[in-house]
């Protein structure tokens, strides 16, 4: 079936390795801390909110800030879509991986 290739399953925007890591992150942790992501991934806080952005317009994540103390602290899960086009592309990439492992025909 060409239409349900693994390639054709891939999500452009989760190929960049840095968003991957992202949503990889919130996928294992439901909705957890802007500042636990950052550290899990390894990024700066203007590196992890440009990911974020890019991932929040194509719907893949929602953010939601609330007060804590003086400051405000922002949380972020997969939205339910997300969740989904993720789990389709770690899918894709599990099947890639494994055409690869020399058991297949070719």
């Known amino acids: 079936m060409p239409e349900d290739s693994p390639d054709t ?8 390795p840095t968003r991957l890591r992202v ?7 439901g909705e957890v801390e802007f500042a636990f ?13 440009k990911q974020v952005k890019a991932l929040s317009d194509a719907g893949v994540v929602t953010s939601r800030r609330e007060p804590h103390g003086p400051a ?3 949380w972020l899960r997969l939205s339910p879509d997300g969740r989904r086009q ?8 599990r099947d890639i991986a494994g055409g690869a492992d020399g058991s297949g025909s070719g």
């Open 9 to 16: 399953r891939l999500v452009p925007l989760l190929l960049d």
């Open 23 to 29: 949503v990889a992150t919130l996928l294992a942790a």
């Open 37 to 49: 992501v950052r550290d899990r991934v390894g990024l700066s806080d203007s590196a992890l909110s």
């Open 72 to 74: 405000r602290r922002t």
């Open 86 to 93: 993720v789990e389709v592309h770690v899918g894709a990439l």
